[in-house]
């Protein structure tokens, strides 16, 4: 039998907090919904949570790695290249070139934490 849920939303850890959210703040043009200083924040946007934390202390390691994450954050945008505009101008450069994908073009980006986003536009 299949488990009950209520929600579902994406959530990242980072000992960056400060950083990550304002980050966020000026990618997505919205404050979080909710923000616990320090701690916690949240933003909602076309359906979707996402929530940025601070892991305690203890558990820092435990989000630690060398690896990069299989995980990617997929924005769809209306204009390709005034999204990596507004990338460009946060300090955030996409290091590589628009590409040619089934679903229209797309570029990789990365968060302040190296976090993987994909940004794509449909033809």
Do not use: W
């Not at 980050?23 to 701690?39: R, S, T």
């Not at 997929?74 to 628009?98: M, Q, R, W």
């Amino acid at each position: 039998m299949a488990f009950s849920y209520t929600n579902a939303f994406v959530t990242i850890a980072t000992v960056n907090l400060d950083k990550l959210v304002g980050f966020y703040v000026e990618l997505l043009g919205q404050k979080p919904i909710n923000l616990i200083p320090d701690i916690y924040a949240e933003f909602l946007f076309s359906g979707l949570q996402l929530s940025i934390f601070k892991p305690k202390q203890t558990d820092e390691s435990e989000f630690e790695t060398s690896t990069k994450s299989k995980l990617s954050l997929c924005f769809k945008v209306n204009n390709l290249e005034d999204a990596i505009a507004h990338l460009t101008s946060l300090g955030y450069p996409p290091p590589g070139d628009i590409s040619i994908a089934s679903h229209g073009k797309e570029i990789y980006t990365y968060d302040p934490d190296g976090n993987r986003l994909i940004l794509y536009q449909r033809d």
